[in-house]
């Protein structure tokens, strides 16, 4: 099975600050690469889906890089609503669907 | 718009079993990849199961392989999952998820909550 390792596992930041999460998998999973969002007792989001393709309505300070193995969440400018847990999951192949551990984001 | 319904959840004692059941409205059902992951309180997501629009086609994570069965109703625009031997660590939330394009999980139900506890 495909491994999916996210770093760092939280981080604090402030408003406004530029947010870089990474997400590294155990073999290439060519561009099959997802990242998600999720709020406190809420259903985690689509946000970036193929590596780099921002979902509709998911605002442009958010994109997604990366192709391979190794892959890169960032955030440009941070907002209030963007303090959450992030996850990274690649659907490369047949499953299982791994998911990276997440990243928490919190204010500083 | 689309929904996703999970029901069934509830406590359980270890060993017992459950049938969660996930309502789909807003989509074409039966042509679509649908799936199970799951969420111990305080962790992460944890992908447990695959099927085809037709059923003909299943996956399992091996942490379910041979205690979970996931099947489909197309008629009743339905989604299932029987879990048998419960285990504590099954302990979580379980989410029914629509698999779009690239196997990105486009569409989430508000999950059900399963206790496994003696």
């Known amino acids: 099975d495909i491994q999916m390792t996210q770093s760092p596992s939280s981080l604090s930041a402030s408003v406004g600050d530029r947010v870089t999460i990474t997400c590294r998998a155990s073999?290439?999973?060519?561009?099959?690469l997802n990242w998600y969002q999720q709020k406190p007792g809420k259903a985690p989001k689509l946000l970036v889906y193929?590596?780099?393709n921002l979902q509709s309505g998911v605002p442009s300070r958010i994109s997604g890089s990366g192709s391979g193995t190794d892959f890169t969440l960032t955030i440009s400018s941070l907002q209030p609503e963007d303090f959450a847990t992030y996850y990274c999951?690649?659907?490369?192949?047949?499953?299982?669907?791994?998911f990276g551990q997440g990243t928490m984001v919190e204010i500083k | 718009q689309v929904q996703l319904v999970e029901s069934g959840g509830g406590l359980v004692r270890p060993g017992g079993s459950l049938r969660l059941s996930c309502a789909a409205s807003?989509?074409?059902?039966?042509?679509?990849?649908m799936n199970w992951v799951r969420q111990a309180t305080g962790k992460g997501l944890e992908w447990l199961s695959y099927?085809?629009?037709?059923?003909?086609?299943?996956y399992y994570a091996d942490s379910v392989k041979g205690r979970f069965t996931i099947s489909r109703d197309n008629a009743k625009n339905s989604l299932y999952l029987q879990m048998n031997s419960l285990r504590v660590e099954d302990t979580a939330v379980y989410y029914c998820?629509?698999?779009?394009?690239?196997?990105?999980?486009?569409?989430w139900g508000q999950g059900t909550l399963v206790t496994v506890s003696s």
């Open positions: 073999q290439s999973i060519i561009n099959y």
């Open positions: 193929g590596a780099s």
């Open positions: 998820v629509r698999s779009g394009e690239m196997g990105t999980a486009n569409y």
């Open positions: 999951q690649q659907t490369y192949s047949a499953p299982p669907w791994t």
């Open positions: 099927i085809s629009g037709s059923g003909g086609t299943i």
């Open positions: 807003g989509l074409a059902f039966s042509d679509s990849y």
